[in-house]
T-cell receptor, first 116, second 107 residues
């Protein structure tokens, strides 16, 4: 079956611009996660949705970052006034129930964001 | 702030078993131990998880110490396709991936 998909696969933008990154989770998965991964590092948690609501956004680095999941399926990560330090691979994952203790997360291939 | 500690890298010969260690001395009683791996230019993929008992699946085995402060991922017969970064994480409200262990497989 279809896994988690993310678009675009690559995004190059200029400093100060606005970007949107999209995640299509596995159908029927109630939980969705966003992570950011810099070169040589493990994924860094950003935000977690349970259904339509953001259950935990403690990983968002500042108010330039925002994410939505209006219908409980597709999610969009939005970054305003991009900075060069935002360059990274942005990963999305979904899980069936959102039990962060025992649930398995299924990751997408990521979006590589480059801010010039 | 990492909740788990893993060696930065390991190497193994092809077709030999590989034991990847992970220390998690601050684990709480309800934290599951999860292992994921990340192949080059891909997102992480699930390998195995467990709570107290040793676990086996088609990919690997997970051996959990009796005090649960450490665990070992066992690949029974490594292939070149197993070369990846392996992450050991604890399942709780704060999911923290460390840098993982980069596994090199020698042909």
């Amino acid at each position: 079956g279809a896994g988690v998909s993310q678009t675009p696969s690559n995004k190059v933008t200029e400093k100060g611009k606005y970007v949107e990154l999209r995640c299509d989770p596995i159908s029927g998965h109630t939980a969705l996660y966003w992570y950011r991964q810099s070169l040589g590092q493990g994924p860094e948690f950003l935000i977690y949705f349970q259904g339509t609501g953001a259950a935990d956004d403690s990983g968002l680095p500042n108010d330039r970052f925002f994410a939505v999941r209006p219908e409980g399926s597709v999610s969009t990560l939005k970054i305003q006034r991009t900075e060069r330090g935002d360059s990274a691979v942005y990963l999305c994952a979904s899980s069936l129930t959102g039990d962060r203790d025992r649930d398995t997360q299924y990751f997408g291939p990521g979006t590589r964001l480059t801010v010039l | 702030d990492a909740k788990t500690t893993q060696p930065n890298s390991m190497e193994s010969n092809e077709e030999e078993p590989v034991h990847l260690p992970c220390n998690h001395s601050t684990i709480s009683g309800t934290d599951y131990i999860h292992w994921y791996r990340q192949l080059p230019s891909q997102g992480p993929e699930y390998v195995i998880h467990g709570l107290t008992s040793n676990v086996n699946n088609r990919m690997a085995s997970l051996a959990i110490a009796e005090d649960r402060k450490s665990s070992t991922l066992i690949l029974h017969r490594a292939t070149l396709r197993d070369a990846a970064v392996y992450y050991c994480i604890l399942g709780d409200d704060k999911i923290i991936f460390g840098k993982g262990t980069r596994l090199h497989i020698l042909p």
